[in-house]
């Protein structure tokens, strides 16, 4: 990719819309989710209320999510860097004016993957009746193609301009990534082996009876996870669960990363602790962790928020050589695209699937670790290193909101919509490999 084409566009990208019209009302928005899913929601919300000409107050955080985080916008974000870096885009406002305090005010479930029209026409026409409108959940509600331009744009300013962390949080992770840094060029990887994760997707392989035996216990008694009956096999044949620490190093070794590569670790408390944890650390004993880093002292401010300590690993990973999700969650996708977004730093996306099938025949003796492995694990990830490409569009055959849902969110790949779009074959040198 052209550097300096990238940066003019860029540049071009902060200063494309014209100034908000006169707002018709004030939209109040309770985002629901984890830290990524949240993140996503957020700056959706600012492209809703600059399409139907709204005042958007300071978001609510989700307190009732799986990890039952306190906290409030401005602990986690900086308040007044977000309302100021969208001043010429929509107005935002920390809070609704008392005297809207008592107002009647209608609670929408904006609907999933909407489009102009829908806002324009059905929302918009809320304000001939109210003066507030709620937004009960903020995530999945704008869809992700057949935008117009300047609202794309805007979705990446709110996004990588404006919803910038805390200023407490950004020095942290600086300092969080200046100690990785200490140790060398490192890999950032997301091990998504934690116990709330394994729990919701049924993924046992590799635990005990007694282990899998509290991951379906805690499925059963979370009433919001619908699916309860989950084939622990199937899953992972169909590369639905992340990869076990285990497969991580098995992967790592295949790709071809020296035992001495720094891997920070960008989770929470790992399932089984250093019992799962002994074969990745006796492959790569430099595995270094936010706990790690920094001392308990230097934590405490974040500890027991999970949003929070959230985003010193989001940043972290954002700033790595080589980021690794084990899953495709909400934090892999969030990185992903943030990292596109800044040249398209190298990502490496395991292909869980076709993993699954050789670390198979590596467990039962069929096939021994070495070059043939190494050849085919690069071979699979050849064009899964995070390198210009368009976003994906719905999956051939889908129909209705599945044909939606099967598209490749907004957020993670903004490329052509907030990126330059002339790509060269040869991927500039931010995602050149580490090795």
Known sequence: MCLLCTCLFIFNLWFVCSAPDESRGYLLVHTNGGLN????????????????NATLVVPE????????????????????????????DVKVIKKLPKDLSSATKVVMHFRSWSGLEYYRDEIASLWEEFQVIRAAKSDSRLANNHLPPDIQKLRCRACYKALRFSPKIEAMGKLLVDRMRAYGPFIALHLRYEKDMLAFSGCTHGLSDVEAEELRTIRENTAYWKIKDINATEQRSRGYCPLTPTEVGIFLTGLGYPSNTPIYIAAGEIYGGDTHMADLRSRYPILMSKEKLASVEELEPFTNHASQMAALDYIVSVESDVFIPSYSGNMARAVEGHRRFLGH???????????????????????????????????????????????????????????????????????????????????????????
Not at 37 to 52: E, H, K, P, S, Y
Not at 66 to 78: E, K, P
Not at 405 to 418: I, K, M, Q
């Open 37 to 52: 899913q949240m993140r996503a929601g957020i700056c959706d919300m600012v492209a809703v209320a600059r399409i139907i």
């Open 61 to 88: 955080l989700d307190k009732r999510s799986f990890w039952q985080d306190t906290s409030n916008f401005s602990d986690v974000f900086d308040e007044d860097h977000f309302i100021n870096a969208l001043a010429n």
């Open 345 to 435: 730093r190298k990502t490496i996306s395991p292909d869980r699937k076709a993993l699954v099938r050789l670390f198979d025949k590596i467990e039962k003796g069929l096939l021994m670790e070495g070059r043939k492995v190494s050849n085919r694990i690069s071979e699979i990830h050849k064009k899964l290193q995070g390198s210009p490409r368009r976003r994906r569009g719905p999956v051939s055959g889908t129909k209705g909101m599945d044909r939606f849902r099967s598209e490749e969110a907004f957020y993670v790949n903004p490329l052509p919509d907030c990126l330059c779009k002339r790509v060269s074959e040869n991927v500039n040198a931010s995602t050149a490999s580490m090795r």
